[in-house]
């Protein structure tokens, strides 16, 4: 069964850093693209960042540009968001994405929450 699992969410200060990491299992990872994406409440859905089969960082949101960096390591399945100099508009749920591709539909993990506050 494809399942992507997120953790390392929490209550972090201003300025302060996380790591959020995403375990994949029941697909063959290294073939697919991903992406990690955020809600914040009462706001839509966006994407933070992507990155290639091959991790190449791609598709970083204007706000985060400069202090997210994503990577990914296919041998562990695993993709990565560094989180640093965090702000309160950083606050949401942070969601990893498996793309869609070869008649495969995309695929959700279940989200981390990321609260910034003092």
């Known amino acids: 069964q494809p399942q992507l699992v997120e953790s390392g969410g929490g209550l972090v200060q201003p300025g302060g850093s996380l790591r959020l990491s995403c375990a994949a299992s029941?697909?063959?990872?290294?073939?697919?693209?991903m992406s990690w994406h955020r809600q914040a409440p009462g706001k839509e859905r966006e994407l933070v960042a992507g990155?290639?089969?091959?991790?190449?960082?791609?598709n970083y949101a204007d706000s985060v540009t400069g202090r997210f960096t994503i990577s990914r390591d296919n041998g562990k399945k695993m993709v990565y968001l560094q989180m640093n100099n965090l702000k309160p508009d950083d606050t949401a749920v942070y969601y990893c994405?498996?793309?869609?591709?070869?008649?495969?539909?995309?695929?959700w993990g279940q989200g981390t929450l990321v609260t910034v506050s003092s």
């Open positions: 994405k498996r793309s869609g591709r070869f008649n495969v539909p995309e695929l």
């Open positions: 029941g697909f063959p990872f290294s073939m697919y693209p």
């Open positions: 990155i290639t089969e091959a991790g190449k960082a791609l």
